[in-house]
């Protein structure tokens, strides 16, 4: 085997290597602490008026993205993937952004009809 072609095997072998258990509990520790921190706003800053609600939920939702991206990145395989990465991200947004939208639309026509 050429040595470039054995750079190249080896570059393309570190760059899908499989997890090891030191990064899955890396990950996993990650994934606690956000859960931790959600928990805590949760538990503690919201009911007692720290942080509104009305604050808190966009942080719920923030902190839910970026579990989101270490499950779909590390445990899917997808990290490496970045155009798969995107795609798994990007469309179901769009789609729930739509989603909100025609609800939103549709809860307004039933405000309406109630008048």
Do not use: C
């Not at 604050?55 to 779909?72: D, G």
């Amino acid at each position: 085997m050429s040595s470039e072609t054995h750079h190249h095997t080896e570059h393309h072998a570190d760059e899908h290597d499989t997890m090891t258990r030191s990064k899955i509990w890396q990950v996993f520790f990650v994934l606690l602490g956000i859960t931790a921190v959600e928990f805590i706003i949760a538990l503690a800053l919201v009911p007692k008026g720290i942080i509104p609600l009305h604050f808190a939920n966009p942080i719920y939702i923030l902190l839910t993205l970026a579990k989101a991206f270490y499950i779909v990145a590390y445990f899917m395989h997808l990290k490496f993937e970045k155009v798969g990465l995107l795609y798994s991200i990007l469309v179901p947004i769009i789609f729930i952004i739509g989603l909100i939208l025609v609800l939103t639309n549709e809860s307004h026509h039933w405000v309406d009809l109630r008048m």
